[in-house]
Nanobody, 114 residues
Framework: QVQLVESGGGLVQAGGSLRLSCAAS????????MGWFRQAPGKQRELVAG???????NYADSVKGRFTISRDNAKNTVFLQMNSLKPEDTAVYYC????????WGQGTQVTVSS
């Protein structure tokens, strides 16, 4: 079993920055894709950014140029640096990791005030 612990969410004014972290622990042989999703009230969960073990990344169009995903394979950790935050970025952000199976974090709230 794999456990994911997220941190870094909070309340920030528009234009501000936050950095999310997600650390995986447990029975891990190898971690493949890692990513961040988000879900705003009344909306479906959507992909924000993903990163392969080799460092290839992809982003939702709405966050390109503002968010950066990275990972530390030695520490089984994925990060999401969020800059120039907008009120529409407000959501619960979930870490997602594929390690033989698909695992989700508990979610961390990000609130951007205007």
């Amino acid at each position: 079993q794999v456990q994911l612990v997220e941190s870094g969410g909070g309340l920030v004014q528009a234009g501000g920055s936050l950095r999310l972290s997600c650390a995986a622990s447990g029975r891990i042989f190898s971690i493949g894709l890692m990513g961040w999703f988000r879900q705003a009230p009344g909306k479906q969960r959507e992909l924000v950014a993903g990163i392969s073990r080799g460092g290839m990344t992809n982003y939702a169009d709405s966050v390109k140029g503002r968010f950066t995903i990275s990972r530390d394979n030695a520490k089984n950790t994925v990060f999401l640096q969020m800059n120039s935050l907008k009120p529409e970025d407000t959501a619960v952000y979930y870490c997602n990791v594929f390690a033989g199976a698909n695992y989700w974090g508990q979610g961390t709230q990000v609130t951007v005030s205007s």
